[in-house]
């Protein structure tokens, strides 16, 4: 992994300390309506939270549950609410978020370019969310971020699938002036024991 361009390691270092400081974001699934009340009672909670910013993760399959879903969250201004819809489908995103005020973010399942362009040139997302795997590679995400910016949204890539990936979207990022967010889950990385690296995420 190279540091970014006209930098040094360190920098690359302090590029990211700053993912993890500046916008840490706690993800929530939600089945149904019975998580609600909590969530709400966590998003809406300084004295838990403090400066942390929260996106709310849906991944939600039934549209109806997503509109009231973002009715009831909007009010809080969660970092973001992600894949309030079925993933397949941008015509029912556009019915959802439909006079809606909250800031939506999707695309960790969409695939190549045009389907973000759909979505974006509807005015419909805040944030993509596009997965350096799944949409088709480090160019084919600067391009998604590209048209993005001229859509006024940020770009948070996911990456919960390796190391490697992750190293690929952090250079996608460093060189993305709409860059709010690295999402990472720690599933693939691991934890040793011992050492100068006992106790630490080693990714």
């Keep these: 992994m190279h540091p970014p361009a006209g930098g040094s390691a360190?920098?690359?270092?302090d590029?990211?300390?700053?993912?993890?400081a500046i916008?840490?974001?706690l993800t929530l699934a939600l089945s149904g309506t019975s998580a609600l009340p909590g969530v709400l009672a966590l998003s809406g909670s300084e004295p838990v939270?403090?400066?942390v910013d929260v996106a709310?993760?849906?991944?939600?399959p039934n549209p109806a549950i997503g509109r009231q879903l973002i009715e009831a969250l909007a009010p809080h201004r969660p970092l973001f609410i992600e894949e309030p819809m079925?993933?397949?489908r941008v015509d029912t995103l556009a019915q959802i978020v439909d006079g809606s005020t909250a800031t939506i973010a999707a695309g960790e399942r969409w695939m190549g370019k045009y389907v973000f362009f759909d979505a974006l040139s509807r005015g419909l997302l805040s944030v993509v969310q596009p997965d350096i795997a799944h949409?088709?590679?480090?160019?084919?995400?600067?391009?998604?971020?590209i048209m993005a910016e001229a859509a006024y949204a940020k770009l948070a890539i996911h990456?919960?699938?390796s190391p490697m990936a992750l190293a690929a979207s952090i250079q996608v990022d460093a060189c993305t002036p709409n860059f709010l967010v690295q999402e990472h889950n720690e599933v693939n990385d691991s934890r040793p024991v011992g050492g100068p690296h006992g106790g630490k995420t080693v990714i």
Excluded at 15 to 20: N, R, S, T
């Design 56 to 60: 709310i993760d849906i991944h939600n």
């Design 23 to 25: 916008a840490p974001a």
């Design 49 to 51: 939270l403090g400066f």
């Design 135 to 145: 949409a088709g590679g480090i160019t084919e995400t600067k391009k998604i971020a």
């Design 86 to 88: 079925p993933v397949e």
């Design 159 to 161: 990456c919960p699938l």
């Design 10 to 13: 360190s920098s690359l270092m």
């Design 15 to 20: 590029f990211l300390a700053g993912i993890v």
